[in-house]
Structures are given as structure tokens and as C-alpha cells.
């Protein structure tokens, strides 16, 4: 927590926020409110983390009309609550991202989905060119919470930011002026839910790499590559 409350990362995780821009949460400030409201409220602030007291407030429920006809449901969080995930985000995903998969493309720094893409033409070009195409369904909103925090625990020693990473999991989705709890999913609209997401998924592509597979996988979306429709 300590390396999260660092000067020179709270300014990095700031310039982030304010360049992502995005819509207010559940109380309304804008980003540009923010760093005004931090020079009056940040001493405190920091001591709630510290002590490991910090409660973040409930995200605000979006709906995305997606191609299919569905919709994706975004929970955007306050813009404090953005900021000090975003501050987590860098402390963590540089310790854990060298240690994932080289088959994981999404959400992660110097690798996109055109690599993803460049690397299934080189497996078509070897002779795997049937594709098993798999789409976890609505799986940031399914993800365990138990699991996933199972997971956070065999990285993390630190009982604060354990504390504060369920606590925004868990902070509630407020939808036509009522909070409602949430007992699973990581909220998409949040800088960690990315990460979050990817270290639950480190499992699978583990798994598939000790079958032996070729794959890609660009957050919920993989492809296996096979020689042969039989291998399908």
C-alpha cells in the first residue's frame, strides 16, 4: 500500500485518469473536479488507505448495446474510486505481468490484439488451420469472488489492499437511485477489472499450455489452433 500511495505514482495514476476523461460516477464529480478536490481531502484520504479503512462507493450502472443485440453492462466507478484503482493497477500489474501467459494479449502493456492476430496467421502458415473458437459468455460478470481473491492472496501479503480490492469488488451497483449488492463479477468500467480478469484467466491459458495447445487469447476470446478437424 505503501508503494501505491507513492508521490510519483498517485501523478502518474492521475495523468492517466484525466486523459482517459470518462463519466462521472454515482456523485457526480467530473475529472476535472478531481484535483481540486484531492488538494483539500488527500492527507485523509491517505491515512484510510493506509490503515487500510478505505471504503470505496458503490459504481454507477451503464448498458452498451452490443452488435448481437444484447447489451454489456459497464459499472463506472467515482472518479476518486478511478484514481486510486488506477494508482493499485500500476503497482500490480508491474509485478505480475511478466508472469503471464505469452499466449495473453489483451489489457496488457506492449501487447494488443493485432499481435494476437499476427501470431494465428503464423500458426495457419505451420499447418494449424482449424480454429477452435471460444467465447466466455458474460465473464466479467460471472468471475467468483472467493476464487479470484484466492488468487490476489498467493500474489499479495498485504492485508490492506486485500481488503481493498474486494472492497471494490464488492462495492454495489447503483442502478435507478438503488445500490445493489454484487457477490460476483469484476465490474468492466474500472481500471483493475482488466487485471483483475486476467490473472483469473492465467489459469486456463496455464492449462491449455500444459496440453500442449497453440493458442491466442485476447481477454474472454481464445482461439486454439489444430492441424485437423478430428483434433477439434
Known amino acids: 500500500m505503501e508503494e501505491v500511495c507513492e508521490r510519483e505514482n498517485l501523478k502518474r495514476a492521475l495523468q492517466r485518469v484525466k486523459a482517459n476523461k470518462g463519466s462521472p460516477g454515482i456523485d457526480g464529480m467530473t475529472v476535472e473536479e478531481l484535483p481540486d478536490y484531492l488538494a483539500q481531502h ?36 467515482t472518479v476518486l474510486d478511478r484514481w486510486i484503482e488506477q494508482a493499485v493497477l500500476q503497482v500490480l500489474q508491474g509485478q505480475w505481468d511478466a508472469t503471464f501467459s505469452r499466449h ?13 492476430v499476427a501470431q494465428a ?13 471460444l467465447d466466455l459468455e458474460k465473464f466479467f460478470d460471472r468471475v467468483n469472488h472467493d476464487r479470484l481473491m484466492s488468487a490476489v492472496a498467493r500474489r499479495i501479503g498485504d492485508k490492506r489492499m486485500l481488503k481493498l480490492i474486494r472492497g471494490f469488488l464488492e462495492a454495489g451497483v447503483m442502478e435507478g437511485g438503488l445500490v445493489s449488492p454484487v457477490d460476483e463479477g469484476t465490474p468492466q468500467g474500472g481500471p483493475l477489472s482488466p487485471l483483475l480478469s486476467n490473472l483469473v484467466l492465467d489459469e486456463l491459458d496455464r492449462e491449455l499450455e500444459r496440453r500442449g495447445h497453440r493458442f491466442a487469447r485476447c481477454a474472454d476470446d481464445c482461439n486454439i489452433y489444430v492441424r485437423s478437424e478430428p483434433h477439434v
Do not use: M, N, T
Request: charged share 20%; glycine share 12%; hydrophobic share 30%.
Open 42 to 77: 488527500w492527507p485523509a484520504i491517505c491515512e484510510q488507505l493506509l490503515s487500510g479503512s478505505y471504503g470505496p462507493q458503490p459504481v454507477r450502472r451503464v448498458e452498451i448495446p452490443k452488435s448481437d443485440g444484447g447489451v454489456r453492462k459497464l459499472g463506472i466507478p
Open 104 to 116: 495473453s494479449y489483451g489489457f496488457r502493456p506492449q501487447r494488443s490484439a493485432h499481435q494476437a
Open 121 to 133: 496467421q503464423q500458426y495457419v502458415r505451420e499447418g494449424y488451420g482449424w480454429v477452435v473458437d
